[in-house]
């Protein structure tokens, strides 16, 4: 099992490029000196966010040791690990070096749209391979399939090493049925800054954040205050951030964050393609809203 908490905000890394789209390690140590000062409870490396179908292996592995060398313990750290190829995916688990990593965060199989046996059989390889525990993702508007609550909850009660999931649908009733229906310890986190509030009412343990990437502070306090039952305190305080949340998607993920980010002075605006910067209107959006959030 996991010896780490779940629980309140984990943070979807960026991958911070130079002007020749290389891997800015100095932009990633500011953002991670950010993150160890402001709040956040643990990191998420070589998610969405982070651009990984972008990053060659070499890159993976680079950047996973670079956060744990420079992060020493002091925030928990996750690693993405996702493939719609069951097989290269165990090889890929069974290669890579997870030493200082406490878990893997595993999408859906894209692209493929297994049924949900398939999805099943899918996380139960994965996990009589894993060497940790491994977080679920569903993220059907990425994916193109949806994974069911009973399918989520199968898994949970089958595989003792799947601790949670990472919950991008946004049915609030698919999200109830899997907190009701799983172990006491399986852990339900939002993967929609949106709707991590409605999802701590039900009795989620909290979100895998994009808007924790440039406001950590911020939304960390919002999220323990919904953990602690503070609702109204919670969506009052989101409801001063929540223009920012909404701009962070106009232009995609992570188009949105890392323009807030580079309007911060954390990094440089540059993405690899398939994907672009955000627009100027954007932008000049977004250095309106900014100045309101952290004031």
């Known amino acids: 099992m996991a010896d780490f908490s779940l629980k309140g905000m984990g943070v979807a890394l960026i991958t911070p490029f130079k002007a020749d789209k290389s891997i800015d390690f ?20 070589l998610g969405t966010t982070a651009e990984t179908p972008t990053l060659s292996w070499e890159e993976r592995n680079e950047i996973v040791r670079f956060i744990v060398s420079h992060v020493q313990g002091k925030l928990p750290i996750i690693a993405g690990m996702g493939s719609n190829n069951t097989k290269a995916l165990i090889e890929e688990v069974n290669s890579f070096n997870f030493e200082g990593v406490n878990s893997i965060l595993s999408v859906t ?15 139960k390889a994965l996990s009589q391979a ?18 069911k609550a ?11 090493n ?12 698919q999200v109830k049925e899997i907190i009701n229906g799983a172990p006491d310890e399986f852990s339900v ?10 999802l701590i009412k039900e009795g989620g343990m909290g979100v895998i954040s994009v ?16 953990l602690k039952g503070d609702i109204n305190e919670a969506q009052g305080a ?5 223009r920012c949340c909404e701009l962070l998607f106009v232009d995609g993920n992570p188009a949105g964050v890392k323009c807030a980010l580079h309007l911060m002075g954390y990094i440089k605006n540059e993405l690899r393609l398939p994907l672009v910067p955000a627009t100027q209107e954007t932008e000049n959006a977004l250095k309106q809203e900014i100045r309101k959030c952290t004031e």
């Open 109 to 123: 199989p894209f692209y493929s749209k297994p049924t949900q046996e398939g999805l099943y059989q899918h996380y």
């Open 150 to 160: 009973e399918t989520t909850v199968r898994i949970a009660r089958s595989c003792k």
């Open 162 to 173: 799947v601790i949670g999931i990472k919950e991008a649908h946004v049915d609030i009733d």
């Open 26 to 45: 100095d932009a990633l140590e500011r953002l991670l000196e950010f993150h160890l000062q402001s709040g956040t409870d643990y990191l998420v490396a």
């Open 211 to 226: 808007l924790g990437n440039a406001f950590p502070k911020e939304f960390s306090a919002i999220v323990k205050s919904a």
């Open 238 to 242: 989101y409801e001063r951030i929540v």
């Open 189 to 198: 986190l939002s993967g929609d800054d949106s709707m991590t509030i409605d």
């Open 130 to 147: 894993s060497p940790l525990p491994i977080v679920l993702y569903n993220v059907p508007g990425r994916t193109g399939v949806n994974m």
